[in-house]
C-alpha cells in the first residue's frame, strides 16, 4: 500500500517554528517531484512549496516566501518543511504530495499530484 505520512504539526505562538515531515512509504518517492500544500477551513487547498526529485529547484508560494524551507532526504523517502516565523494565516491542515510529473519551469498544480497524505494540523496563534 502506497502511503505518505505527514507529522510534526501541532500548536505554536506567532513567531515561532514548526518542521513537518512527510515519509513514503509502498514504493520509492526519489524520482518524484514532491510538494507541500495547505488548507484552511472554508478554503480551497492552496500550494506552499515544492522541490524537484534532486532537490535542486524549489519553489514557494510568494506568502510563505523567506520564512519556509522545503527539502527532501530520497534515502529515507521523505520531504521535509521548515516553517519559521509562523503568522495566524498560516493556520491550515498541511498536505504533502507527491507527482509523477517532473517539476519544470512553474510549480504544479494541485491535479498534477497523484500521491497524498493523510494532512498534519498547524495551528498559530497569539
Known amino acids: 500500500q502506497v502511503q505518505l505520512v505527514e507529522t510534526g504539526g501541532g500548536l505554536v505562538q506567532i513567531g515561532g517554528s514548526l518542521r513537518l515531515s512527510c515519509v513514503g512509504a509502498g514504493r520509492t518517492f526519489a524520482n518524484n517531484a514532491m510538494g507541500w500544500f495547505r488548507q484552511a477551513p472554508g478554503k480551497e487547498r492552496d500550494f506552499v512549496a515544492s522541490?524537484?526529485?534532486?532537490?535542486?529547484?524549489?519553489y514557494y508560494a510568494d506568502s510563505v516566501k523567506g520564512r519556509f524551507t522545503i527539502s527532501r532526504d530520497n534515502a529515507k523517502n521523505a520531504v521535509y518543511l521548515q516553517m519559521n516565523s509562523l503568522k495566524p494565516e498560516d493556520t491550515a491542515v498541511y498536505y504533502c504530495?507527491?507527482?509523477?510529473?517532473?517539476?519544470?519551469?512553474?510549480?504544479?498544480?494541485?491535479?498534477?499530484?497523484?500521491?497524498w497524505g493523510q494532512g498534519t494540523q498547524v495551528t498559530v496563534s497569539s
Open positions: 522541490i524537484n526529485w534532486s532537490g535542486g529547484s524549489t
Open positions: 504530495a507527491a507527482s509523477n510529473y517532473l517539476l519544470g519551469d512553474r510549480p504544479l498544480s494541485v491535479g498534477e499530484y497523484t500521491y
